[in-house]
């Protein structure tokens, strides 16, 4: 017979990650609208919500996971009708295709020239996301929402 592998469990600091990966990225639709910043297409005509689009990795860069300046909100869905949609052509196509260098333009016009090069400078004065950070960020993330939240409820009175 054979075994099952054991569930693996997440650590109090990937949970928290990815709290604060949700609050995030509702605060960005708050401030930014519901848009992909690339493209322009509307969330409410994609068949997937816009997912929070790290200009550079968060693999590579995990101090810059919440850095407002590499964040985007982008369209992510799977390869349809062989066309890619703006998340996975940044992470998945080459840099000579056309999908990639459109997306790169795009980035340019939102962030300038030398996104890059800034964003590199910025990760190196970033803390690292240690737990204590985390937890940190994650009530700033909360306030932060709900005071959006309250400011559009304010605009509607």
Not at 68 to 97: I, Q, V
Request: net charge positive; with cysteine; aromatic share 6%.
């Amino acid at each position: 017979m054979k075994r099952r592998k054991p569930i693996k469990r997440k650590s109090d600091r990937q949970k928290i990650a990815e709290r604060n990966d949700t609050l995030i990225r509702e605060i960005m639709k708050l401030k930014r609208g519901r848009r992909c910043e690339l493209c322009g297409r509307h969330e409410d005509n994609l068949p997937f919500p816009l997912s929070t689009f790290h200009i550079l990795r968060k693999q590579v860069y995990p101090n810059m996971r919440y850095h407002e300046g590499n964040l985007l909100l982008a369209c992510f869905t799977p390869m349809m009708n062989n066309k890619r949609y703006c998340h996975d052509a940044w992470h998945m196509c080459n840099s000579d295709e056309p999908e990639y260098v459109a997306v790169e333009k795009a980035i340019i016009a939102k962030r300038g020239e030398n996104y890059s090069q800034d964003l590199k400078l910025a990760s190196q004065m970033m803390p690292r996301n240690s737990a204590g950070h985390l937890l940190m960020l994650n009530e700033l993330f909360k306030l932060e929402k709900n005071a959006l939240l309250k400011g559009q409820s304010d605009a509607t009175l």
